[in-house]
């Protein structure tokens, strides 16, 4: 097993950036895909970002494509979402996210993990 804790949400505003942090503790951080997913208020989650146990393959939503970008560090057993540009739309509650899995592969689905952090607020002022 491995728990997930998020970290560095907050406040920002409208074009600024922020820098959130998953760090892993259990079993070995390398052998899990990662996942960035989020919820705003009255809507479903949503995948964000998504990178493999190696970190060479990585996947975005369309909606933050060129602005945000996911990155890992295995020996550090912490995962990252560097947020650009961020705008209001972008606020919500992050969740980080990881699946064991033998595969070189982004996961892009909720399905898809079985292992969740348990969030961390980040607001965007316009």
């Known amino acids: 097993q491995v728990q997930l804790v998020e970290s560095g949400g907050g406040l920002v505003q409208a074009g600024g950036s922020q820098r959130l942090s998953c760090a892993a503790s259990g079993r070995t951080f390398s052998i899990y895909a990662m996942g960035w997913f989020r919820q705003a208020p009255g809507k479903e989650r949503e995948f964000v970002a998504a990178?493999?146990?190696?970190?060479?393959?990585?996947a975005y939503a369309d909606s933050v494509k060129g602005r945000f970008t996911i990155s890992r560090d295995n020996a550090k057993r912490t995962g990252y979402l560097q947020m650009n540009s961020l705008n209001p739309e972008d606020t919500a509650v992050y969740f980080c996210?990881?699946?064991?899995?033998?595969?070189?592969?982004?996961?892009?689905?909720?399905?898809?993990?079985?292992?969740w952090g348990q969030g961390t607020q980040v607001t965007v002022s316009s």
């Open positions: 990178i493999s146990r190696g970190g060479g393959i990585t």
């Open positions: 996210a990881a699946r064991y899995t033998d595969y070189i592969q982004a996961y892009t689905s909720m399905k898809d993990y079985n292992y």
